[in-house]
């Protein structure tokens, strides 16, 4: 499937050359894909500084969680996105995470010291999102609280 897709993104992108202005809504079709998953990426590299790949994994300050946001590309107010009633479906359809990107920022925040009623909704409705649209999280499904 990976390779089907990195295909797909190789023809589109030798495309773009060619492609006739009735064609542009295939480039930024692509645009918004590579977009969405930089976000996955970025969350992956917050995820691994803060040490969540160790199998000794402590709780870590929500402050030092917003510090690392702050030194990526990825401009988001963590207590604005937390505040909202349905955080879930704010990241979704706002921010327009992927299902990885959102798999990995709940597992950053479900590491951190916020409270643990927040945590199990937040990971509650990740699980229901994600297992809806037949994505199966392992990870979050393995996270306890």
């Known amino acids: 499937m990976v390779i089907l897709l990195f295909i797909f993104h190789q023809r589109m ?3 773009q050359k060619t492609i006739t202005f009735a064609h542009k809504s295939l480039n930024m079709e692509d645009y918004i894909l590579r977009e969405i ?3 996955g990426e970025i969350l992956r ?3 691994s500084k803060l040490g969540l790949h160790n ?3 402590t709780e870590l300050p929500i402050a030092e969680i917003k510090s690392e946001f702050a030194k990526t590309e990825l401009i988001m107010d963590i207590e604005y996105v937390l505040a909202q009633k349905h955080p879930i479906q704010y990241l979704v359809e706002h ?3 992927s299902d990885d990107g959102l798999e990995t920022f709940v597992d950053i925040l479900f590491h951190s010291d916020i409270d643990k009623n927040k945590k199990a ?3 509650n409705d990740a699980i229901t999102f994600l ?3 037949g994505y199966y999280s392992f990870r979050l499904h393995s996270l306890h609280i």
């Open 13 to 15: 992108y030798y495309m």
């Open 37 to 39: 998953n930089k976000i």
């Open 45 to 47: 590299f917050i995820a």
């Open 55 to 57: 199998s000794t994994v």
């Open 95 to 97: 921010v327009k995470i």
């Open 121 to 123: 909704e937040l990971l």
């Open 131 to 133: 297992d809806k649209k």
